[in-house]
Every structure is written in structure tokens, then in C-alpha cells.
């Protein structure tokens, strides 16, 4: 009997796969689909939340604090964006699909969203989904790392609609637990990206500000805004293809 190693098993020749193994094109499907989901969560993400454009609102509503005051309200305000996020992102094409509406219409309504915010950060001179103009300490100095530092500030309604549009584009139907555990998998890394984007730009908000300036902010802002458009369309294009494709 002829023996050969498989994926680092040894095993009968006559049970050896074709070629050069499916084992090493299983592992290159799974990197790519958690590198995918990755890639749209972060990108479709990142334009909208926007930390580094926040980061001067959050420098001025933490002015009294200390460094390391200002260094716990900035891990608060990430873990916090993180779990919002993560929330909208499993529970709201599930309560959307409770209410009778179909996946594929919740993309194309959710891609029209994305792709409008899109274009009003890359048309529209003064427009952000965070409210940060309006916002202010408390008298006694202290603000509280959930209102108004993660919402509004961080996380509005537009970076909730995106993650629920995002969350709708998992597998239909009855997924397998690998293709579901790929998607899961790259879209919580993804959404750990921005937790950590959102805790630099506030740890380090005098230094990003007085390297990016005014004009390397603007350039960030209109190139994330027009990858963001792309997104948008994209999922439209999706759902309308699950409309009306074969069932």
C-alpha cells in the first residue's frame, strides 16, 4: 500500500485528492472569504464613523480632562462603538426580517443609504453623521463615555444603517457553518478594525490633527466617500440580482 501525506495526514494513495490537494484551495476559499467580509466592513464602515474626523470634537469635549482621563474615555468610546455596532449588524436584518421584509430588499434599501451618504460627503461642503457641533461637556467637566462621546459623536444613525446593511449581505438562506463562520469572522474583524481606528484617533487626537491638518482631512474624507458610493452600489447590485434571479 502507497502512503502520502494530505494537508499533513498520512493516508492510501487511492484516497489522495486530484491535483495539488483540495486542502490547500479549502484554506485559500476561507482566507478569502474572511478577507472579504473583512474588507466590506471596514471600507463601508470607516467613511461614515470617521474617527479621525471627530477626534478634534472629542479633544474639545475632554479639554479639562487629563491625558489619562482622556486615555479611559477613549477605550470607553471604542468598546462601546464596537458593541453598537455589532448590535445593529446581527439584530437588525433579523428584526427587519421579522416584520416580513425580504433580505434582498433590505440590501437594495440599504445600498441606496450607503451610497447616498456616499455622495453627500463627497459633494456637499459641511455634512457628517456625527452631531458633534451640538455638542456639549457637562458643567462640572465631566462627559460620559456613552452619550455623548459613542453616540452621537462616534456612532450615529448613518454608521447604524450601514452596519445593518452590511450584516444583510450574509449567506441566504441556511448557510453552512463554515461559509456563516467566514462571514462572521471576517465582518467581527472588521468592526474590531474600526474599534481600534476609533480608540487612536481619540488617544492621539492633537497629534493626528496637527499632522493631517484641514487639507489632508478633506482629501481622506472625498476618497473614503467615493469608495463608500462603490459599496453602495455594489449591494443594490446584490440584492436586485437576488430579486430577480432564479429561485
Not at 449567506?171 to 474600526?194: D, K, N, R, T
Not at 484617533?201 to 493626528?208: E, G, L, N, P, S
Request: hydrophobic share 45%; proline share 5%.
Amino acid at each position: 500500500m502507497v502512503y502520502e501525506r494530505v494537508c499533513g495526514h498520512r493516508v492510501a494513495g487511492d484516497r489522495r485528492r486530484d491535483g495539488d490537494g483540495g486542502c490547500g484551495r479549502g484554506r485559500g476559499r476561507t482566507v478569502n472569504g474572511v478577507a472579504s467580509a473583512f474588507l466590506l466592513t471596514f471600507a463601508g464602515l470607516f467613511p461614515i464613523v470617521n474617527p479621525i474626523e471627530s477626534a478634534p470634537f472629542f479633544l474639545g469635549l475632554t479639554a479639562n480632562l487629563t491625558s489619562v482621563e482622556r486615555r479611559v474615555l477613549a477605550r470607553k468610546a471604542a468598546i462601546n462603538g464596537f458593541a453598537l455596532l455589532l448590535g445593529s449588524m446581527v439584530l437588525g436584518p433579523s428584526l427587519l426580517e421579522f416584520f416580513g421584509i425580504e433580505l434582498p430588499v433590505v440590501r437594495i434599501a440599504g445600498g441606496l443609504v450607503v451610497a447616498a451618504l456616499g455622495w453627500k460627503l463627497l459633494t456637499q461642503d459641511q455634512w457628517s453623521d456625527h452631531a458633534g457641533a451640538g455638542l456639549q461637556g457637562s458643567p462640572g467637566g465631566k462627559v460620559g463615555s456613552f452619550y455623548p462621546l459613542t453616540m452621537p459623536l462616534t456612532v450615529g444613525p448613518g454608521s447604524m444603517s450601514v452596519a445593518i446593511t452590511i450584516g444583510s449581505r450574509k449567506p441566504a438562506g441556511m448557510p453552512g457553518f463554515s461559509q456563516l463562520a467566514e462571514h462572521a469572522s471576517g465582518a467581527v474583524l472588521g468592526l474590531i478594525g474600526i474599534a481600534v481606528t476609533i480608540y487612536l484617533a481619540y488617544r492621539f487626537a492633537q497629534t493626528i490633527g496637527r499632522l493631517l491638518g484641514e487639507t489632508g482631512l478633506e482629501v481622506l474624507v472625498r476618497l473614503s466617500a467615493f469608495i463608500l458610493m462603490c459599496i453602495g452600489i455594489e449591494i443594490i447590485w446584490n440584492g436586485y440580482s437576488a430579486l430577480t434571479g432564479p429561485h
